[in-house]
T-cell receptor, first 113, second 112 residues
Framework: DSGVTQTPKHLITATGQRVTLRCSPR?????VYWYQQSLDQGLQFLIQ???????AKGNILERFSAQQFPDLHSELNLSSLELGDSALYFC????????????FGPGTRLLVL | LAKTTQPISMDSYEGQEVNITCSHN???????ITWYQQFPSQGPRFIIQGYKTKVTNEVASLFIPADRKSSTLSLPRVSLSDTAVYYC?????????????FGAGTRLAVHP
């Protein structure tokens, strides 16, 4: 158990819908990273927040957005969902904003029908 | 855009030493190299991190040559439970922020 929690564990929705994934970091971690992993694909970095501010951006679609709240939990919002958005979404947290070890949550499995 | 390159897959047998190499030609001066292990449907788990030369912990060793353009993860005496995907991670500085790039991953299969 990494100490990082993600909810929900599973999510089934329809195309065109909007969902919100939640990540609670380990105690003391200020950075939250979001990753997408499609079937048989590697991990794709989406975005990083550090202490409430956006810190780094990867290949995140415009339909996706994220934020980190004052209590340091983070939410990833996925809108206008498409079949291709079906994937595992992981968050990872770390103490600082770079180079530190990232601790991954168990992931949210999203299925878009 | 720089990226890392790893072998797609490797096979080994129980008790053997496994070495997985990652190429990262454009690694920045202040970047570290980190390796993660991932089992199916689980989040990646940290294995080891290093900056240069050699780092060893209870599960693996990491060898980094002087030019830092590659790194090698060494798993001594693998067991069936080491069957997993192994990712190499380097940070890439761009515009003042660190972009994180995972390698494609190496799928290691350990056979009895």
């Amino acid at each position: 158990d990494s100490g990082v929690t993600q909810t929900p564990k599973h999510l089934i929705t329809a195309t065109g819908q909007r969902v919100t994934l939640r990540c609670s970091p380990r105690s003391g971690d200020l950075s939250v990273y979001w990753y997408q992993q499609s079937l048989d694909q590697g991990l794709q970095f989406l975005i990083q927040y550090y202490n409430g501010e956006e810190r780094a951006k990867g290949n995140i679609l415009e339909r996706f957005s994220a934020q980190q709240f004052p209590d340091l939990h983070s939410e990833l919002n996925l809108s206008s969902l498409e079949l291709g958005d079906s994937a595992l979404y992981f968050c990872a947290t770390a103490r600082g904003d770079s180079q530190e070890t990232q601790y991954f949550g168990p992931g949210t499995r999203l299925l878009v029908l | 855009l720089a990226k890392t390159t790893q072998p797609i897959s490797m096979d080994s047998y129980e008790g053997q030493e496994v070495n997985i190499t990652c190429s990262h030609n454009n690694i920045a001066t202040n970047d570290y190299i980190t390796w993660y292990q991932q089992f199916p449907s689980q989040g990646p788990r940290f294995i080891i991190q290093g900056y240069k030369t050699k780092v060893t912990n209870e599960v693996a060793s990491l060898f980094i040559p002087a030019d830092r353009k590659s790194s090698t993860l060494s798993l001594p005496r693998v067991s069936l439970s080491d069957t997993a995907v192994y990712y190499c991670l380097v940070g890439e500085s761009s515009g003042g922020y660190n972009k994180l790039i995972f390698g494609a991953g190496t799928r290691l299969a350990v056979h009895p």
